[in-house]
């Protein structure tokens, strides 16, 4: 997708930096511009304010220097207007509902009516492949499944914009990497952003438009790499040498902002 | 049937060896140090006394059940009525939270009296008592139940625009099941023990004497063996009711967790 330089992004942070009181600084000077349409990861060390970052422009918390604004209002404003979802780290799933009833629980918090809402949590499961355990239970489920649950959640409001905090870092490796071929698709059959965050590399090159390179505390932008890989990227694109270069400069960045 | 037969032999053989243990010395040590009859009665003559009174005590036994089970009722809705207020607003759990203590500690044979002087003597006084003594538990389990959410729960509610009454209904009041079912436990347990205390004050009104007040009344008669009788029922009573709410509470906490 391009993203001609005159349109007025969808995420914009300029100087933001956060200090939680009495504690060194998580986040600082962070500038950045996110447009309609990217898929970006946020990669840096553990405790380099990645998850700080998209709590920010989530409105969840409010930064304590620069300004973060989502399609030019404060984060917590925008979140009326756009439609946002958030995936976090845990599958965080009630566990008296069923996995359709999960789904549906944004919709039905939005006030939805009864057979729009059913109709779209359907769907919505259907899209991550779970359209026969709509009546499980998350205890019923596999790490991987409630997972997908999460993510189904996150769709079914027909978001603009995903932030998703290391959604899959409690998976084993395999999970991951069919849940991220998944995620890729998903993406790529609606017009969302996203805005990732993850410390696992290789993961954030399959995925991502743009890779976002964060410092150790405090969380500084070290590097900001178009990721270059076009076209369909099948499973196989991970075996690739062009891929492995390319992971390994991120990784080499990383270590550039670490030390 | 092999899993029954382990599970006899698990759980009901070694109690049931103990009983017969404890029950053999208690005779044994009656006879042998020559104690006096209405100091510690035979194991056999408060079978007898239990025989023998048995249409007395079923009928104190079930006097005593409705209080305690009215009590705990009343307990279980007013200390979940209270949770809730407190999960609302920091300053009325603030306000309110002393008071809660000050009910738990505040020994009941000191209060008793009072209540029984703005109640009067019979089933009403004896209800408050229990109330009194079990509504603690509930109120500090629900309590946790209901604040001690996920944080990325809430923030999940948050995100989705929730109001706070959605939050409470579709997030506090659900999470909440486990420590409500464990609140209600106790509880149970507690108000057998308070219907109890308050007949030994106000049961002299009831229609019909509950075990509180056959306790009573036996001990001042010298009548151990029917005390040990009374005694005995009452145990077997609180353990129906606590048995009861523990089988009920398991069943809604599987159904919960959604296991079953």
């Known amino acids: 997708m391009s993203h001609p330089e005159n349109h007025s992004p969808l995420i914009s942070l300029d100087g933001v930096g956060m200090t939680y009181r009495g504690a060194v600084p998580a986040l600082e000077g962070v500038t950045c511009a996110v447009h309609e349409g990217e898929f970006v990861s946020l990669v840096g060390p553990s405790g380099c304010g990645k998850s700080t970052l998209l709590r920010i422009v989530a409105g969840l918390v409010e930064p304590t220097g620069g300004r973060a604004t989502v399609m030019d209002e404060p984060p917590r404003q925008a979140r009326r207007r756009l439609r946002l979802s958030f995936v976090f780290q845990d599958a965080t799933l009630l566990p008296w509902r069923n996995a359709e009833r999960n789904v549906a629980l944004p919709l039905e918090l939005a006030r939805v009516s009864g057979a729009d809402r059913d109709r779209r949590s359907r769907d919505a499961l259907h899209q991550v492949g779970l359209a026969d355990f709509a009546r499980h239970r998350p205890g019923e489920l596999s790490g991987g499944m409630r997972m997908r649950v999460s993510l189904a959640r996150a769709l079914v409001t027909d978001p603009r914009l995903i932030l998703l905090d290391e959604p899959f870092g409690a998976l084993d490796d395999m999970t991951r990497q069919t849940l991220n071929e998944e995620l890729l698709g998903l993406w790529r059959q609606r017009s969302w952003t996203a805005l990732f965050v993850t410390h696992n590399i290789s993961e954030a090159a399959f995925l991502s438009t743009r890779i976002i390179v964060l410092s150790a505390r405090p969380g500084r932008i070290v590097a900001d790499v178009p990721v270059p890989f076009t076209g369909t990227r099948s499973p196989d694109l991970r075996s690739e040498p062009d891929f492995a270069r390319f992971v390994g400069r991120v990784g080499r960045l990383l270590r550039e902002g670490r030390a | 049937m092999k899993r029954w037969s382990r599970w006899i032999l698990e759980f009901v053989v070694p109690p049931v060896a103990l009983l017969v243990l404890v029950v053999a010395a208690w005779h044994a040590a009656v006879i042998a140090f020559h104690v006096k009859r209405y100091v510690v009665p035979l194991p056999l003559e408060v079978l007898q006394a239990g025989w023998r009174r048995g249409d007395v005590l079923f009928s104190a036994a079930s006097m005593t059940g409705e209080a305690a089970t009215a009590g705990f009722a009343i307990s279980l809705a007013a200390g979940f009525i209270v ?178």
């Open chain 2, 83 to 260: 949770a809730c207020l407190f999960s609302q607003s920091r300053i009325i759990e603030r306000s309110i939270y002393p008071y809660a203590i000050f009910l738990q500690t505040v020994p009941i044979v000191a209060v008793a009296p009072l209540i029984v002087g703005w109640f009067g003597y019979g089933f009403q006084s004896v209800v408050v008592v229990a109330f009194i003594i079990s509504i603690f538990p509930v109120i500090t389990n629900a309590t946790a139940g209901l604040t001690s959410i996920d944080r990325n729960l809430l923030e999940l509610f948050e995100l989705a625009g929730a109001s706070r009454w959605q939050v409470l209904a579709k997030l506090r009041l659900p999470s909440s099941v486990p420590h409500l079912v464990t609140g209600a436990r106790i509880s149970a347990g507690l108000s057998v023990v308070g219907a109890i205390v308050g007949e030994m004050f106000a049961g002299a009104g009831a229609s019909r004497p509950g075990l509180g007040y056959l306790i009573q009344q036996t001990s001042g008669h010298q009548r151990t063996d029917e005390l040990f009788a009374a005694v005995l029922t009452s145990a077997a009573l609180g353990m129906m009711i606590f048995g009861a709410v523990s089988a009920a509470g398991r069943m809604v906490t599987l159904w919960w967790s959604g296991t079953k």
